[in-house]
Protein backbone atom coordinates (compact mmCIF):
# COMPACT_ATOMS: atom_id res chain seq x y z
CA UNK A 1 0.00 0.00 0.00
CA UNK A 2 1.33 3.48 -0.85
CA UNK A 3 1.04 6.06 1.73
CA UNK A 4 1.33 10.01 0.05
CA UNK A 5 1.51 13.23 1.65
CA UNK A 6 -1.30 15.61 -0.57
CA UNK A 7 -0.51 19.48 0.93
CA UNK A 8 -2.55 21.94 -0.40
CA UNK A 9 -1.56 25.62 -0.18
CA UNK A 10 -3.12 28.95 -0.88
CA UNK A 11 -2.12 29.35 -4.61
CA UNK A 12 -5.38 29.53 -6.90
CA UNK A 13 -6.30 25.88 -8.37
CA UNK A 14 -7.32 24.49 -5.20
CA UNK A 15 -9.16 22.28 -7.43
CA UNK A 16 -6.00 20.22 -8.19
CA UNK A 17 -5.65 18.97 -4.87
CA UNK A 18 -9.42 18.29 -4.32
CA UNK A 19 -9.29 16.18 -7.46
CA UNK A 20 -6.24 14.33 -6.85
CA UNK A 21 -7.27 13.13 -3.12
CA UNK A 22 -11.24 12.89 -4.97
CA UNK A 23 -9.85 9.91 -6.68
CA UNK A 24 -7.30 8.79 -4.27
CA UNK A 25 -9.91 8.34 -1.98
CA UNK A 26 -11.14 5.51 -4.33
CA UNK A 27 -7.80 3.99 -4.18
CA UNK A 28 -5.90 1.82 -1.54
CA UNK A 29 -3.50 4.75 -1.44
CA UNK A 30 -3.21 5.80 2.48
CA UNK A 31 -3.30 10.45 2.03
CA UNK A 32 -1.91 12.24 5.11
CA UNK A 33 -3.60 15.54 3.88
CA UNK A 34 -2.40 19.24 5.41
CA UNK A 35 -3.87 22.22 4.18
CA UNK A 36 -2.51 26.15 5.02
CA UNK A 37 -4.63 28.40 6.24
CA UNK A 38 -4.51 30.38 2.94
CA UNK A 39 -5.41 27.22 1.02
CA UNK A 40 -8.60 27.01 3.09
CA UNK A 41 -9.69 30.20 1.98
CA UNK A 42 -8.79 29.61 -1.32
CA UNK A 43 -10.90 26.14 -1.14
CA UNK A 44 -13.69 28.52 -0.15
CA UNK A 45 -13.82 31.10 -2.36
CA UNK A 46 -12.86 28.92 -6.01
CA UNK A 47 -15.03 26.18 -5.12
CA UNK A 48 -18.38 24.48 -3.77
CA UNK A 49 -16.60 22.39 -0.84
CA UNK A 50 -16.18 23.20 2.37
CA UNK A 51 -13.15 22.74 4.15
CA UNK A 52 -14.45 19.68 6.28
CA UNK A 53 -15.54 17.75 3.31
CA UNK A 54 -12.76 17.97 1.52
CA UNK A 55 -10.49 16.64 4.79
CA UNK A 56 -12.95 14.31 5.09
CA UNK A 57 -11.29 12.58 1.36
CA UNK A 58 -8.32 11.99 3.11
CA UNK A 59 -7.32 9.37 5.71
CA UNK A 60 -5.50 11.15 8.27
CA UNK A 61 -5.48 14.79 8.22
CA UNK A 62 -3.18 17.38 10.31
CA UNK A 63 -3.16 20.95 11.81
CA UNK A 64 -1.20 23.20 9.56
CA UNK A 65 0.14 24.06 13.35
CA UNK A 66 1.33 20.59 14.36
CA UNK A 67 5.24 20.32 13.17
CA UNK A 68 5.54 17.40 16.26
CA UNK A 69 3.22 15.34 13.56
CA UNK A 70 4.33 11.80 12.20
CA UNK A 71 5.06 13.81 8.56
CA UNK A 72 7.37 16.20 10.64
CA UNK A 73 9.54 13.04 11.20
CA UNK A 74 12.06 11.09 8.27
CA UNK A 75 11.36 8.16 10.27
CA UNK A 76 7.80 8.02 9.44
CA UNK A 77 7.99 6.19 6.16
CA UNK A 78 5.51 7.88 3.00
CA UNK A 79 6.26 7.20 -0.54
CA UNK A 80 6.56 10.71 -1.20
CA UNK A 81 4.46 14.07 -1.48
CA UNK A 82 2.94 16.32 -3.73
CA UNK A 83 1.83 20.56 -2.92
CA UNK A 84 -1.14 20.68 -5.37
CA UNK A 85 -1.41 23.73 -5.68
CA UNK A 86 1.82 25.03 -4.56
CA UNK A 87 1.80 28.67 -4.25
CA UNK A 88 5.16 31.04 -4.88
CA UNK A 89 5.49 31.39 -1.08
CA UNK A 90 5.21 28.22 0.32
CA UNK A 91 7.76 27.50 -2.83
CA UNK A 92 10.44 30.13 -1.37
CA UNK A 93 9.86 28.39 2.40
CA UNK A 94 10.62 24.70 0.66
CA UNK A 95 13.46 26.10 -1.14
CA UNK A 96 15.12 27.79 1.64
CA UNK A 97 14.04 25.13 4.49
CA UNK A 98 12.26 27.45 5.98
CA UNK A 99 10.24 25.41 7.85
CA UNK A 100 7.11 27.86 9.72
CA UNK A 101 4.32 25.10 9.33
CA UNK A 102 3.76 21.67 8.97
CA UNK A 103 3.14 21.62 5.02
CA UNK A 104 7.01 22.98 4.36
CA UNK A 105 8.07 21.29 7.08
CA UNK A 106 6.94 17.86 5.43
CA UNK A 107 7.84 18.73 2.46
CA UNK A 108 11.57 19.46 3.79
CA UNK A 109 11.92 15.92 5.47
CA UNK A 110 10.59 14.16 2.14
CA UNK A 111 13.70 16.30 -0.12
CA UNK A 112 16.70 15.72 3.03
CA UNK A 113 14.88 11.69 3.13
CA UNK A 114 15.50 11.68 -1.02
CA UNK A 115 11.90 10.79 -1.26
CA UNK A 116 9.74 12.16 -4.43
CA UNK A 117 8.62 15.89 -3.90
CA UNK A 118 6.07 17.11 -6.53
CA UNK A 119 5.52 20.77 -6.34
CA UNK A 120 2.40 22.11 -8.44
CA UNK A 121 3.75 25.34 -8.61
CA UNK A 122 0.67 27.85 -9.61
CA UNK A 123 1.42 31.26 -10.20
CA UNK A 124 2.01 33.16 -14.19
CA UNK A 125 4.19 35.20 -15.46
CA UNK A 126 7.35 33.85 -13.97
CA UNK A 127 10.15 36.72 -13.21
CA UNK A 128 13.77 35.05 -12.48
CA UNK A 129 13.74 35.05 -8.89
CA UNK A 130 10.51 31.95 -8.84
CA UNK A 131 12.54 30.35 -11.35
CA UNK A 132 15.72 30.48 -9.74
CA UNK A 133 13.72 28.98 -6.42
CA UNK A 134 12.44 26.09 -9.00
CA UNK A 135 16.01 25.53 -10.40
CA UNK A 136 17.50 25.35 -6.45
CA UNK A 137 14.71 22.21 -6.20
CA UNK A 138 15.21 20.70 -9.37
CA UNK A 139 18.64 20.25 -7.93
CA UNK A 140 17.42 18.47 -5.17
CA UNK A 141 15.99 16.27 -6.93
CA UNK A 142 12.34 17.71 -6.72
CA UNK A 143 9.56 17.75 -9.05
CA UNK A 144 8.17 20.97 -10.93
CA UNK A 145 4.95 20.09 -12.12
CA UNK A 146 2.75 23.06 -12.94
CA UNK A 147 -0.95 22.38 -13.98
CA UNK A 148 -0.69 22.82 -17.50
CA UNK A 149 -2.66 21.19 -19.76
CA UNK A 150 -2.25 18.95 -22.81
CA UNK A 151 -5.02 19.38 -25.79
CA UNK A 152 -4.03 16.75 -27.76
CA UNK A 153 -6.91 14.78 -26.35
CA UNK A 154 -9.28 17.09 -27.12
CA UNK A 155 -10.80 18.29 -23.82
CA UNK A 156 -14.03 18.87 -23.56
CA UNK A 157 -14.92 20.42 -19.93
CA UNK A 158 -12.95 22.00 -17.07
CA UNK A 159 -13.33 18.73 -15.68
CA UNK A 160 -10.66 17.08 -18.49
CA UNK A 161 -8.23 19.78 -18.34
CA UNK A 162 -7.87 19.05 -14.71
CA UNK A 163 -7.79 15.60 -14.63
CA UNK A 164 -5.26 15.88 -16.89
CA UNK A 165 -2.97 17.79 -14.48
CA UNK A 166 -4.03 15.10 -11.28
CA UNK A 167 -3.56 12.04 -13.95
CA UNK A 168 0.23 13.77 -14.62
CA UNK A 169 0.88 13.43 -11.10
CA UNK A 170 -0.37 10.00 -10.24
CA UNK A 171 1.60 8.48 -13.10
CA UNK A 172 4.86 9.78 -11.40
CA UNK A 173 3.74 7.69 -8.41
CA UNK A 174 2.69 4.62 -10.48
CA UNK A 175 -0.49 5.00 -9.66
CA UNK A 176 -3.08 3.40 -12.37
CA UNK A 177 -5.92 5.77 -13.78
CA UNK A 178 -8.04 6.40 -16.87
CA UNK A 179 -8.20 10.15 -16.44
CA UNK A 180 -6.89 11.40 -19.95
CA UNK A 181 -6.61 9.31 -22.72
CA UNK A 182 -2.35 9.02 -23.58
CA UNK A 183 -0.64 10.07 -26.52
CA UNK A 184 -0.78 6.76 -28.80
CA UNK A 185 -3.87 5.52 -27.43
CA UNK A 186 -7.04 4.47 -29.51
CA UNK A 187 -8.71 7.63 -28.94
CA UNK A 188 -6.06 9.80 -30.11
CA UNK A 189 -5.40 7.67 -33.19
CA UNK A 190 -8.90 8.07 -34.30
CA UNK A 191 -8.60 11.66 -33.77
CA UNK A 192 -5.93 11.88 -36.01
CA UNK A 193 -7.10 9.57 -38.46
CA UNK A 194 -10.52 12.01 -39.00
CA UNK A 195 -8.18 14.78 -39.29
CA UNK A 196 -6.22 13.25 -41.70
CA UNK A 197 -3.13 13.13 -39.76
CA UNK A 198 -0.40 10.77 -38.68
CA UNK A 199 1.44 9.56 -35.78
Known amino acids: MKRIIVGIS ?3 G ?6 LLEVLSKSDV ?3 L ?13 TDWKVEEVKAL ?4 YD ?15 DGMVVMPCSIKSLSAIANSFNLNLLIRAADV ?18 KGHLN ?16 PAFYFHPKSMDDLINHTVGKVLDLFHIEHDLFARWGSTKVKNNLRKKGLNH
Not at 133 to 148: E, R
Open 10 to 12: GAT
Open 14 to 19: AIYGIR
Open 34 to 46: VITEAGEKTILME
Open 110 to 127: TVKERRKLILAVRETPLH
Open 64 to 78: IKDVGADIASGSFRV
Open 58 to 61: AKIV
Open 133 to 148: LMMNLADLGVIILPPI
Open 30 to 32: ETH
